[in-house]
């Protein structure tokens, strides 16, 4: 019962945000310069085909006009039609306006879909990375504050957040990919290519998981409850297994949701140096190639994947804690 | 087995700091016969809370435990392996603390963690049979309908519903030995009084010995046969707890007694003064509205303050009594306007406050001033303290020369050293913090004070010497004080009149001598029994102490809201819910069933 009201006013919440990112988004692409339908039907159209293709995609209505009909596809599960994609993969965007070639467009939806599984993966892969060195350390850095598990965590914190990715992304193919040849990595052709890019973004995460478990660990064991743990007749491991690590989890979930949601949606960079064919890599093409249907339907699918996973955050959160719930 | 349970010899504790090693448990022996109630007082920073982690070996850096020797049931505790000494902590010895809320993982259902303890103390026993004790001792420290509490988290519970549970978690294990240390320090009076009777009934039904240790010696008189005085580490007084208190024999323990307010046995209450009214509170009504817990948008009407009226007079000590969640903090913020009432009416000087355009309140606020209970909390850690006592003053448009005038003669008139001027408020004690705040309301001239347990985080010396300082203040300024506190001694020896409220509502008011000697209101009796003296208690608690614990501001009873605990309630009390009614002497109590005066019953009697 308490779950459903929950969920029920969270939901609600959520579209409310969703929505204001739509407008948000929807607007700021129609006032950047950069006209869509010359994009689609090439530099050496004649004018009167790209008023005629406007015409067609209805970029012709004011602003509002066109933001109301895009919601009414949205809400039945229509996220338009990429501008310059067709069905095939292939990115058409410069090629004449009367080649024959050129087949129907693919659908926006369809584009995520597939490039989705992709990043899923890659930020799965980078979170457990990333979770399997960090959990460990960031804990034992808690627990002997000050000592050397601290100052290692702080170390090894601080020289993974000074390192640029790109550059740590470029040193790693080199070393491991052309030089060892461990590891592929340009590309994608089956699981291995994952890896590369994989490591790279845990780097990205680790510092955040360890300071902020280091943080709340050593928080927890000064509170009354822990000191009073063997008092009580507990033991130290009793304590900290089921005592210590559940009170400090809270903070770490919390930094997980927002960090799973940058993994989905801000993963550009490290996509585009390896050319991994995730959701990263779609961004960076619609927006270069001002794919309008493409940018509002990336952008919107992750302003949703957000509010989800951060109920679902808050879920785990209230079922670790029931003080949460309020 | 006819020896002590517990010897202690020679035990030292040192403090190692930064090379230097200071002695904070010195050379301390005692011992503590089986079932016996020993007590250890001592004023904050003796040592009590130290040696009593010592005598579980819990202490850890800075402190040393640095020689001596603890003989608990035969076994050195300070020299046992550490898988015998688990099989002692915790098991054959009990531990509760000062701070019943955070003693208990706040996540996890009290009933699961007491169960856990007890398997791992003592694994033989299996889960059902565990669970069974739990239930057993959670019902025998008389939490109600313990099937359903076991369950809840500690965040669920009440300071004083949590300090039983702690209760149970000590004693679950059949120890032989009980360490109480402070328990009933953060409880209020009726809820520590319970506590303190609970403990008495248990240690007789179960044989266990009990080390009480608390700060003040009115508590440990209820409850101790022998007790330990503590001063500086050491123990400089030992014997019966009745001679002590009434022969001390050492200047320590005399000045400690001495320090205790006296309630009834030669006490002059400050009698009521007329003059004008500078404070004037009509019909005052605040309720907030609470999400219902796992409802989508049902509210529930929390009634903090109901209905309430009084005035303070120019010069007058008003004082307003409670316990925790009867809506005093909602009355000082309603009565500093940080809220406004949702009904009724607060006129400052004759002029009602919600009248008052925005510019005329801000000029308004200059007469009426609120001092806080948290010294360390309320003041601006990175500002000199000139600064600070100006700033009042900046906001109020005065000019910067005039305002560091004005601000050094409200530092010298507080008593701060003007050396202190420029320095930020770092190391510096409560008390002294606590003047910083006067001289921050002083320099506005206000009419009226009000103080919201401003000197509760004070210790009886510090107390005693802002008492004083309020006092010359008053004389000086013509000052009106508000007080609104728990503490029935201090109100006992500053307050012209009293206002006690229970559940938002004011239950009785009266002047100073009837209140403490002749109150109308059993609520009152109740608060007044439960005070632990070291003179005889006028209202016997077997009489008049209350049971139980206050009903839910969200659900009030029907009728007269303190029925539901009152020794005196009748079926009327269900269906009317008594008004303040004035009696002789501009006394008020809202009661149908009131005690009478002395006078009044015998004029009764004579016609």
């Known amino acids: ?326 | 087995m006819t020896g002590p349970i517990l010897a202690v010899s020679n035990l030292s504790v040192d403090l190692e700091r930064e090379g230097r090693s200071r002695r904070v448990v010195d050379d301390v022996s005692f011992a503590l016969a089986p079932g016996e109630v020993l007590g250890l007082v001592g004023e904050a920073g003796s040592g009590k809370s130290v040696l009593a982690r010592a005598l579980v070996r819990a202490v850890s850096t800075p402190l040393e435990i640095a020689a001596g020797k603890v003989v608990f049931e035969g076994k050195d505790i300070l020299s046992l392996p550490p898988r015998a000494l688990s099989a002692i902590r915790g098991n054959r010895i009990g531990f509760i603390g000062a701070n019943p809320m955070g003693s208990l993982d706040p996540r996890l259902p009290i009933g699961q963690q007491i169960v856990e303890k007890l398997r791992c103390v003592r694994p033989g026993i299996g889960r059902a049979e565990a669970r069974d004790k739990v239930l057993d001792l959670l019902a025998r420290v008389r939490i109600p309908s313990p099937g359903a509490r076991f369950h809840e988290a500690p965040f669920q519970f009440s300071g004083g519903m949590m300090q039983r549970v702690m209760i149970v978690d000590a004693l679950v294990s059949d120890p032989s030995l009980v360490i109480a240390d402070n328990i009933t320090q953060p409880l209020d009076v009726t809820v520590a009084a319970q506590i303190i009777r609970l403990i008495d009934g248990l240690r007789q039904s179960l044989d266990t010995a009990f080390l009480f240790i608390s700060s003040s010696l009115p508590v440990v008189a209820q409850i101790a046969e022998r007790t330990l005085v503590m001063q500086r580490g050491r123990i400089v007084e030992e014997g019966r707890t009745a001679e002590i208190a009434a022969r001390p024999r050492q200047s320590y323990t005399r000045a400690l007694i001495s320090r205790i307010p006296s309630i009834w046995k030669d006490v002059t209450a400050p009698a009521a003064r007329e003059g004008e009214a500078v404070l004037t509170v009509d019909n005052v009504m605040r309720s907030y509205l609470v999400r219902r817990r796992g409802s989508f948008n049902a509210y529930n009407e929390v009634k903090a303050v109901r209905d309430v009226s009084f005035t303070v007079k120019a010069g007058e000590n008003f004082g307003i009594v409670g316990e925790s969640g009867c809506g005093k903090s909602t009355l000082t913020r309603l009565l500093a306007w940080l809220e406004q009432p949702d009904g009724g009416r607060i006129a400052f000087l004759g002029k009602d406050l919600s009248h008052l355009s925005a510019r005329s309140l801000t000029e308004m606020r200059r007469s009426f001033q609120l001092l806080l209970q948290d010294p360390y909390g309320s003041l601006p850690s990175g500002m000199p303290l000139q600064r600070m006592i100006e700033e009042p003053l900046l906001i109020h448009g005065v000019g910067r020369a005039e305002a560091a005038k004005r601000a050094q003669e409200a530092m010298a008139e507080v008593g701060l050293d003007m050396e202190l001027a420029d320095r930020l408020p770092v190391g510096l004690s409560a008390g002294q913090r606590q003047r910083i705040n006067i001289a921050r309301a002083l320099v506005l001239k206000p009419r009226l004070l009000i103080l919201d347990e401003t000197l509760s985080a004070l210790d009886q010396v510090e107390q005693a010497e802002l008492l004083d300082l309020f006092n010359r203040l008053q004389a000086t300024h013509g000052f009106s004080y508000v007080f609104i506190s728990h503490d029935l001694a201090l109100v006992r020896r500053m307050c012209h009149r009293i206002a006690v409220m229970y559940l938002g509502r004011i239950v009785e008011l009266a002047d100073n001598s009837t209140l403490f000697e002749q109150p109308h209101h059993p609520y009152t009796r109740a608060l007044l029994s439960a005070m632990p003296t070291l003179e005889d208690n006028r209202f016997p608690r077997p009489r008049y102490l209350l049971d139980g614990e206050p009903p839910s501001p969200i659900d009030l009873p029907l009728g007269c809201s303190f029925r539901s605990r009152c020794p005196r309630a009748q079926g009327d009390c269900e269906k009317t819910d008594p008004p303040l009614l004035a009696l002789a002497g501009g006394n008020y109590a809202a009661c149908l069933h009131r005690h009478e005066a002395p006078h009044e019953e015998e004029a009764v009697h004579v016609e």
């Open chain 1, 1 to 326: 019962m308490f779950v459903l009201s929950f969920l029920l006013r969270r939901l609600l919440q959520g579209a409310l945000i969703i929505l204001l990112v739509t407008f948000i988004i929807f607007t700021l692409l129609r006032v950047v310069p950069g006209d869509p339908a010359r994009l689609i039907v090439g530099g050496m159209a004649p004018d009167e085909v790209v008023v005629m293709k406007a015409k067609e995609l209805g970029l012709d209505r004011p602003i509002p006009v066109q933001f109301v009909s895009y919601l009414g596809d949205l809400v039945t599960g229509d996220l338009g039609t990429s501008f310059v994609r067709p069905k095939s993969g292939a990115s058409l965007g410069g090629s004449s306006f009367d080649d024959a070639t050129r087949e129907e467009r693919a659908k926006v939806l369809d584009l995520i879909l597939a490039t989705l599984p992709m990043t899923l993966q890659l930020a799965a892969v980078a979170l457990a990375l990333a979770l399997l060195v960090a959990v460990p350390l960031g804990t034992l850095g808690g627990l002997y504050p000050g000592r050397w598990p601290d100052k290692l965590a702080l170390a090894i914190g601080s020289i993974c957040v000074s390192t640029p990715n790109f550059w740590l992304g470029i040193v790693l193919t080199l070393f491991l990919s052309v030089k060892l040849k461990l590891l592929p990595a340009i590309g994608y052709r089956g699981f291995s290519y994952t890896i590369l890019p994989a490591i790279v973004l845990a780097v990205e995460i680790v510092p955040f998981i360890l300071r902020t478990l280091t943080v709340s660990v050593a928080q927890v064991m000064r509170e009354d409850f822990i000191q009073l743990a063997p008092i009580r007749g507990l033991s130290r491991s009793r304590t900290i297994f089921s005592h210590a690590l559940g009170n400090s989890a809270i903070p770490l979930i919390n930094l997980l949701g927002v960090q799973l949601g940058m993994l989905l949606g801000g993963v550009l960079v490290i996509e585009f140096i390896f050319d991994y064919p995730g959701l990263g890599l779609l961004t960076i093409n619609a927006v270069l190639q001002r794919d309008f249907p493409l940018i509002q339907g990336i952008a919107i699918f992750i302003s949703v994947m957000f509010v989800m996973i951060n109920v679902l955050v808050d879920l785990i959160a209230m079922t670790i804690d029931p003080r949460l719930e309020y």
